[in-house]
């Protein structure tokens, strides 16, 4: 803020009444005034401008982590779509799976795991257990059972290569679409940091942007404190330059008036010196500066 208290205040009745020597004070005090709060409005110009250049830095740098933010957006757009299409290609070949698993009816009973893990149970369990002779001769034959089923289950499947290739192939599609996705998670997330990155630079701006509105406010208070205070300067020189030509034409006032009042007497003297008086040396001085004589 301007201190106003330091500011030098002119008056109609300043201009009108206050001595010659008094306007000449008060014009020294309105011009350093004057070159005061210019200098102010100047410093307070400069810092503007220094914040309204670092509001333009942090709006540059939003709009390059918007870019960028957007750039990535389309990355993942084009993943997510990659990725879609490798896991609608990928469901069709495991459909496919199925239905050939249909057709060689390996959907019914159970998987070559779960089959191979009861046979070990069963094998531990004979092992470990104290069985009558009718109890292990009925486990011996369950587990024989289940072996063939095993190797009657794993023959079928050995022998459908067709199968085995349809899997690998809907594995290494559902692999790729998995990369894919994981492509997607990794651009979305860099993209949200830059979306993130990009608010934090617009808040900044917009702080910058109220300081410098703030500091262009005190520089046009200052500014125009000045340009008064130098339309007030010039009031007074003007008021002085009319008080200089006042003074001027009142000493030649007083000059045309002795001149005037020596010629008259001159004449005064000629006209005794034609009748035959005679004149001092003072009285001849004054007709040669007349030009009487």
């Known amino acids: 803020m301007?201190?106003?208290?330091?500011?030098?205040?002119?008056?109609?009745?300043d201009l009108a009444n206050k001595s010659k020597g008094q306007l000449i004070k008060m014009a020294g005090q309105l011009r350093d005034r004057r070159n005061e709060l210019n200098q102010m409005a100047s410093e307070r110009a400069s810092k503007r401008d220094d914040l309204n250049a670092k509001t333009r830095e942090k709006v540059d740098e939003a709009q390059?982590?918007?870019?960028?933010?957007?750039?990535?957006?389309?990355?993942?757009?084009?993943?997510?779509?990659?990725?879609?299409?490798?896991?609608?290609?990928?469901?069709?070949?495991?459909?496919?799976?199925?239905?050939?698993?249909?057709?060689?009816?390996?959907?019914?009973?159970?998987?070559?795991?779960?089959?191979?893990?009861?046979?070990e149970q069963l094998e531990f369990k004979q092992q470990t257990e104290v069985?009558?002779?009718?109890?292990?001769?009925?486990?011996?034959?369950?587990?024989?059972?289940?072996?063939?089923?095993?190797?009657?289950?794993?023959q079928k499947l050995d022998q459908n290569e067709d199968l085995e290739e349809l899997v690998?192939?809907?594995?290494?599609?559902?692999?790729?679409?998995?990369?894919?996705?994981?492509?997607?998670?990794?651009?979305?997330?860099?993209a949200q940091e830059h979306h993130n990155q990009m608010i934090e630079a617009y808040r900044e701006a917009d702080d910058i942007r109220d300081e410098a509105d703030e500091m262009h406010e005190k520089f046009v208070e200052a500014q125009e404190a000045a340009d008064q205070h130098h339309e007030d300067f010039v009031r007074?020189?003007?008021?002085?330059?009319?008080?200089?030509?006042?003074?001027?034409?009142e000493r030649k006032t007083e000059r045309d008036k002795k001149k005037e009042e020596a010629k008259e007497e001159a004449e005064e003297i000629y006209q005794k010196f034609k009748e035959g008086e005679t004149l001092d040396t003072e009285d001849l001085m004054k007709l040669q500066k007349t030009g009487l004589l």
Not at 240 to 247: A, G, H, I, S
Request: charged letters at 55%.
């Open 64 to 119: 390059e982590h918007r870019e960028q933010r957007d750039e990535l957006n389309e990355q993942v757009q084009e993943h997510k779509e990659k990725r879609n299409e490798l896991n609608a290609e990928a469901n069709e070949l495991f459909d496919k799976v199925e239905q050939l698993k249909s057709d060689m009816e390996l959907n019914e009973g159970k998987d070559l795991d779960e089959l191979e893990e009861e046979i």
């Open 168 to 190: 690998d192939e809907a594995e290494e599609v559902r692999s790729d679409a998995s990369q894919h996705h994981q492509k997607v998670t990794e651009l979305a997330d860099k």
């Open 2 to 13: 301007v201190d106003e208290s330091k500011n030098i205040e002119l008056t109609e009745d």
């Open 131 to 154: 069985l009558s002779s009718e109890e292990e001769k009925e486990l011996i034959e369950k587990i024989e059972g289940k072996r063939e089923e095993y190797e009657e289950r794993k």
């Open 236 to 249: 007074v020189q003007k008021r002085l330059r009319e008080l200089d030509k006042e003074e001027e034409e």
